[in-house]
């Protein structure tokens, strides 16, 4: 695990399942470049929870990737998610490992539910609350048939937002309803 020097909180958990992950993940030839189907799912996924953001994620051991992206613009680059990742050139498709909360999620191996991020010590300090203006996120981890954790799929918001129990079941459940369709693309069914 990681620690904030100046504030000691923890911050990004440490990843002992990363070199899997990667193994499996170049074998589903995932994680490595945009797919139409996944930002079509993001979208639904953001059409369905009502959020304005979200992503079906692809961890390994550095940086989160987002295969699948989608904003209310209605484009791929995360580029209007908050003013100061549009100075920066957007969010984009890739994201630091240590920023965010689907690390946790992916380590967790369990859905995370923040409706105010602002409200949890350990993760109010992420680089996501202050330099991209995040304060709710709902996400599940995407576990397939080997038992590896892919990443995830999950929703942001710039506001807090009452995720409630509705929100952790439809999470999970979309979260599975992804896994399957990876399932059926591995098996040549998509």
Not at 21 to 48: M, N, T
Not at 124 to 130: H, S
Request: hydrophobic share 35%; glycine share 12%; net charge negative.
């Amino acid at each position: 695990m990681t620690y904030d020097p100046t504030g000691h909180l923890l911050l990004t958990p440490v990843d002992h399942e990363a070199p899997l992950r990667v193994r499996r993940l170049r074998q589903l030839g995932l994680g490595d470049r945009p797919d139409p189907a996944f930002d079509e799912f993001a979208r639904k996924l953001a059409e369905v929870t009502g959020a304005p953001y979200s992503m079906v994620n692809f961890i390994d051991e550095n940086r989160q990737f987002f295969a699948g992206l989608h904003t209310p613009a209605g484009t791929h680059t995360g580029s209007d998610l908050g003013a100061t990742a549009a100075a920066t050139g957007g969010v984009g498709r890739f994201m630091a490992r240590d920023h965010g909360y689907c690390p946790h999620v992916v380590v967790r191996r369990k859905a995370l539910v923040l409706e105010d991020v602002c409200d949890y010590p350990r993760f109010a300090g992420n680089p996501v609350v202050d330099e991209i203006g995040i304060r709710s996120y709902l996400g599940a981890p995407l576990i397939d048939r080997t038992g590896t954790a892919l990443g995830t799929i999950c929703v942001v918001d710039t506001e807090p937002r009452p995720w409630g129990r509705a929100g952790l079941e439809t999470i999970k459940s979309l979260a599975a309803e992804l896994v399957e369709q990876i399932h059926r693309r591995e098996d040549g069914g998509l």
